[in-house]
């Protein structure tokens, strides 16, 4: 047995041993947090300090919270509180942990046909589009983001119907996509908006608005409903996530010298 073969079996045992000693666990997260890049940067840190494998089901936040409820998954990381509080009051939770934030925009044609850009409220700029008959995509997906716009348009008093209003049924990127394509409007999260490469002609035409404030929420699958569930490394995930390190990892993340995500765990 050569020297060389001695090397190459102890970097394969090595190896073997490492890979059993991660353990695996499942959470639903949102498109838009997927979307933004973030977990390319949490997830092998959380493997290196904790040896969990995070395994990611990327979903809106209403399907999110249909499989946490299901026991399909051991936890979600969601983005609309109603709904979070409506899921946990069911039952299908332990507890809530706000992450971070971020807010929503509203993309256009940079030359703003409908005037968007002149409301001094995230209603009155969807209230212009909607008198304009300006195109407008909507995730229409019942995501936290489908969720937020809904709400909107009620506020706004304004019932989006008609050739103008295009519901596609997709993700924030999918969504985002089709909007380019067709030089629409759409709502985004500000975090997938800069991480999107397809920007075409649009840009944001509305922001601002502390109505547009956009909470992320850690969720533990209650193991009374489903006793599978990985109890254990759920709560070794949400100590990380509480930690110094993740916060520092979060704040730091920026696309075009713009941060996306602001922690406030603990606030």
């Not at 993309?107 to 850009?117: L, M, R, T, W």
């Not at 407008?136 to 909107?152: A, Q, Y």
């Not at 067709?182 to 075409?200: C, E, P, Q, T, V």
Request: aromatic fraction near 8%.
């Amino acid at each position: 047995m050569t020297f060389k073969t001695v090397v190459l079996g102890a970097v394969a045992a090595l190896m073997t041993s490492t890979a059993a000693m991660a353990e695996e666990m499942k959470m639903a997260v949102t498109t838009s947090f997927a979307n933004s890049g973030l977990a390319d940067v949490l997830l092998p840190e959380i493997k290196e300090d904790t040896g969990i494998d995070v395994q990611l089901l990327i979903v809106g936040t209403g399907q999110a919270l249909a499989l946490g409820a299901a026991g399909d998954v051991d936890a979600v990381l969601v983005h609309s509180k109603a709904a979070e509080e409506k899921w946990l009051a069911a039952g299908n939770g332990t507890h809530r942990t706000e992450i971070m934030y971020n807010d929503f925009v509203f993309v256009g044609p940079q030359a703003d046909p409908a005037k968007a850009g002149g409301a001094e409220t995230a209603t009155g700029a969807l209230q212009a589009i909607s008198g304009a008959e300006a195109t407008f995509v909507s995730r229409g997906d019942d995501s936290g983001t489908h969720k937020m716009e809904l709400r909107l348009w009620k506020a706004a008093d304004v019932t989006p119907e008609g050739d103008w209003y295009k519901a596609v049924g997709q993700g924030m990127g999918a969504a985002l996509n089709t909007a380019s394509g067709m030089n629409a409007y759409i709502m985004s999260d500000r975090a997938s908006w800069l991480k999107f490469a397809n920007k075409g002609d649009l840009g944001i035409v509305f922001e601002g608005d502390p109505v547009l404030f956009n909470q992320y929420a850690y969720l533990p699958v209650n193991p009374e409903k489903h006793p599978h569930v990985k109890t254990d490394l759920v709560n070794q995930l949400e100590a990380w996530l509480l930690s110094d390190e993740a916060a520092a990892l979060i704040n730091a993340y920026t696309i075009e010298g713009q941060q996306l995500f602001v922690y406030n765990a603990g606030e």
